[in-house]
């Protein structure tokens, strides 16, 4: 038994079939419990007001938006090394839902940006790096549209994702070096002493479980479609051939 | 590899196009800026070092789907594919002589198009300067860039989709040497990561846009 058998499309499904429902009611349970206490129970900040509460949607979709890259990296190295498909279609369903948590920082961002800075957007190296990793989701799925042959695209698209990782830290560094920033400190981390007061802190803790539990079902359910897209086009062909 | 070199050299001078077409290019880049934003020297003068980058980046981005879209088609490039050189030798000329022919005269044209700006003067050495470190760079991103998107008709807008996010460090780092060089603080740092990005790009992006070329032909 290893962690290689769920590289077998058949097993995949079937243990996903088993998982899926669990990964949906830990998904819902976290983030009603969650963001029904953080918007109604927790007490508005002595100096934003009520505007603090976009914390538990910006927080944790930013946090996914970064790992869900990260696991499309991973994917992607698995599927160059060991040639598993799963993985590779793991990858591409990842990427849509990494865009759109990208999209819902940008804009969660943008509007606690407007009464708090005084203006949405600012060229913030945290900003700029989001909108960067923004236009680099676009490309790596137009790109995995663009090429018919999924063998092709799983390539192609694996060695954009490893090369833009590399580039996705130098511009995270370039953009350091040419402004200045406007966006706070983290607001978590494992040195307590910067953490945000724990009223605000264990709402936001099951905001992110939610969103991370969240990001494993939709990528799970993603990947299941994919493989039965795939298989689904191999039926068609062998029809033809018939 | 020098005769691949000579080859591709003497296809972008005598097929028309490459050559000259992107210098033309930033030429009109350089010249439009000041119906944008007013003749004024006040204006010009300080966002004069980020046009001409911008505008040798665009003009660099213009010319990268002609590396291997022609010899895709014809089929020349499954015969380099199967040359004794290994396509990461192939991929390397390919950028270089995509250099000689885009990077390296925007970079002698850049100082010229520079008095149209009113680039302050103590700003024409370090413009020089970073472009010729930094267009090798942008020469080899694209060259990546040109090698994912080989086999797919009409990938022009997709490579510049995938390469411009690819060029900002580059482009940043380019334009920041001006910027700090007018306004009399240190480039050192600019310049070593200007550099840096370029050493390691011509070190490391060859083995990638080979990887991709042998995939596309596959």
Redesign the interface.
């Known amino acids: 038994m290893s962690l290689w058998e769920y590289a077998n499309p058949r097993k995949f499904i079937a243990t996903t079939d088993v998982v899926l429902p669990w990964f949906w009611a830990g998904t819902i349970a976290c983030l009603v419990v969650g963001l029904i206490w953080g918007f109604f129970f927790t007490p508005d900040d002595f100096r934003q007001g009520s505007t603090v509460k976009i914390i538990y949607l910006h927080v944790p979709s930013a946090l996914m938006a970064i790992n869900a890259w990260l696991m499309m990296l991973v994917a992607s190295l698995i599927w160059l090394i060991r040639r598993h498909h799963v993985s590779a279609l793991a990858a591409k369903a990842a990427a849509p839902v990494g865009i759109a948590m990208t999209l819902i920082a940008l804009l969660t961002g943008a509007i606690w940006g407007a009464p708090i800075w005084g203006k949405p957007w600012a060229w913030d190296p945290r900003l700029t790096s989001f909108l960067w990793l923004f236009l680099f989701y676009i490309g790596y799925i137009v790109l995995w549209q663009a090429l018919d042959d999924m063998d092709t695209a799983a390539d192609m698209t694996s060695i954009l994702c490893l090369v833009g990782s590399v580039f996705a830290l130098l511009s995270r560094y370039a953009f350091l070096f040419w402004n200045s920033g406007l966006h706070q400190e983290a607001s978590l981390s494992l040195d307590k002493e910067t953490n945000i007061a724990d009223v605000f802190y264990y709402p936001l803790l099951l905001c992110i479980a939610g969103f991370v539990l969240l990001f494993i079902t939709l990528v799970l359910v993603r990947t299941r479609m994919e493989i039965r897209a795939r298989r689904m086009k191999a039926l068609i062909a062998r029809e033809r051939m018939v | 590899m020098i005769a691949i070199l000579t080859r591709d050299l003497r296809l972008a001078i005598r097929s028309g196009g490459g050559f000259g077409l992107s210098l033309m290019f930033f030429l009109i880049v350089v010249v439009l800026t000041p119906f944008a934003v007013g003749p004024e020297p006040q204006i010009l003068s300080p966002i004069a070092g980020g046009i001409l980058w911008l505008g040798a980046m665009l003009a660099c981005l213009l010319s990268l789907d002609r590396i291997f879209a022609l010899d895709y088609e014809d089929g020349s490039l499954d015969l380099l594919a199967t040359a004794p050189i290994p396509m990461e030798g192939i991929v390397t000329v390919k950028a270089l002589a995509h250099w000689l022919t885009t990077g390296l005269p925007l970079t002698l044209a850049a100082p010229a198009f520079g008095l149209l700006l009113d680039l302050p003067f103590s700003a024409f050495g370090l413009l020089t300067l970073s472009l010729a470190l930094g267009t090798p760079a942008l020469s080899m991103i694209g060259t ?1 860039g040109a090698a ?2 080989v ?2 008709k009409r ?1 022009g807008l ?1 490579l510049s ?2 390469v ?3 060029y ?2 580059t482009l ?2 380019g334009a ?1 040497v001006v910027r700090r060089g007018i306004e009399g603080l240190s480039i050192a ?2 310049l070593m ?1 200007l550099a840096g ?1 370029t050493a390691g790009s011509i070190a ?2 060859p083995f ?1 846009a080979a ?2 070329i042998r ?2 032909l ?1």
Do not use: D, K
């Open positions: 990546f994912l998107t086999g797919i990938g997709l989709l995938l411009l996010p690819l900002v460090p940043i780092f920041e740092p600019a990561m990005i490391l992006i990638a990887a991709a995939v596309g596959r």
